[in-house]
């Protein structure tokens, strides 16, 4: 199976939340949150498109120094979107800095910074560095309510959750995934190459079957012909991310709409539920309620991070509490791995 991106955990579950979604094909990247950076090299840091920020405490969005530093002289621009008020909390972190070294000089790297908020991107402006990064303001994408970016190949969906202020929860969602069956290319004498692109583009674009793709000068193909044998489409893939959110109901509802039938679900869970009122206090999620929400999505797969220090001594509770509360709300049985490792963080 060719998934479209593979997402891994920057940090480990007791440390700064932080999801890296690395494109399978192609040199992108997508961070869910911008915390400790760390473990990221600076090649990684470099194939980030767009930055996806839940909100601006500390451990969700300290890294965003690093990453600037890393891409400040590549042509290419990086998207960062937050909640809103995101926009003014950008432009003070690039106003702490002297930025006299840049100008009409310089390679001309951008900021694109979005607020979603109300359902939608409502917000976005441009900071340049041939302009010193002075503060421009940008056009607002036009996108239906619910989605914070739309791709040819994904979207990423998104939803104000509470936790005292919004904190924004994000699913990557591929719409279909076209696989290409190597055997079947050998056997129809066609080559692996750029064309293939090209054919999975017409797919996913809904092309008629008469559709004719260039292989190489002087042969095409329609796609009738490559369907069946050659080219197979599958549900595309899903990966949503949820963290700082409080156990209300709303909030359950709402995480188990975005998350719905996703391949993976990577969420918080903060406290054992024996330690509820920590939890209600500080406006977290249980393990059993980290469990029970990816049942109620129906998630595929379930993986938990961003765990208190508190329970150090015995990592595993909260893994095992959570697969517990997965596997059994409805009387079911689930098989999902997750893996539980890392060094102390402070919820």
């Known amino acids: ?47 980030v498109s767009h930055v996806f920020v839940s909100h601006t405490h500390m451990d969700h969005f300290a890294g965003f120094d690093r990453l600037l530093r890393v891409c400040l002289h590549r042509p290419a621009p990086l998207h960062l979107l937050g909640p809103e008020g995101f926009v ?3 432009e003070h972190r690039i106003r702490s800095y002297t930025w006299n070294l840049v100008g009409a000089h310089s390679v001309d790297f951008a900021l694109e910074v979005a607020e979603f908020g109300q359902g939608r991107v409502r917000r976005t402006v441009r900071f340049r560095a041939q302009r010193a990064f002075s503060r421009e303001d940008a056009p607002c994408p036009d996108l239906p309510e619910g989605v914070a970016l739309r791709e040819e190949q994904f979207r990423i969906d998104a939803v104000a959750l509470d936790h005292g202020i919004p904190s924004l929860a994000f699913c990557l969602r591929e719409p279909v995934r076209v ?46 012909e490559l369907f069946g044998e050659a080219l197979r489409v599958a549900p595309g893939q899903a990966v949503a991310y949820v963290t700082d959110v409080a156990a209300t109901a709303a909030n359950q509802d709402a995480i188990a709409a975005l998350a719905r ?24 999620l249980t393990a059993a309620d980290a469990g ?17 220090g508190r329970y150090l001594e015995s990592p595993d509770a909260l893994r095992e509490e959570a697969m517990l509360s997965y596997r059994n709300l409805d009387g079911g049985s689930i098989a999902a791995p997750l893996i539980c490792s890392g060094r102390p963080a402070d919820p």
């Not at 750029?194 to 193909?221: F, N, Y």
Request: with cysteine; charged share 25%; aromatic share 8%.
């Open 179 to 224: 696989n290409v069956g190597r055997g079947a290319l050998e056997r129809l004498g066609l080559p692996i190459g750029p064309w293939l692109t090209d054919a999975k583009r017409a797919v996913r674009l809904g092309r008629p079957g008469e559709t004719r793709i260039m292989v190489d000068q002087g042969r095409s193909i329609t796609l009738r």
């Open 292 to 308: 029970r929400i990816a049942r109620l999505a129906g998630a595929k797969h379930l993986n938990v991070f961003h765990h208190s």
């Open 88 to 90: 003014d909390q950008v």
């Open 261 to 284: 039938g996703a391949d993976q679900l990577y969420i918080e869970a903060v406290f054992l539920e024996r330690d509820r009122f920590l939890a209600d206090a500080t406006r977290h």
């Open 1 to 47: 199976m060719s998934w479209l991106v593979q997402p891994r955990l920057v940090n480990g579950p007791f440390d700064d939340p932080g999801l890296f979604l690395d494109f399978r094909f192609g040199r992108r990247a997508i961070l869910f949150d911008c915390s400790d950076l760390g473990p990221l090299s600076s090649r990684e840091l470099m194939r």
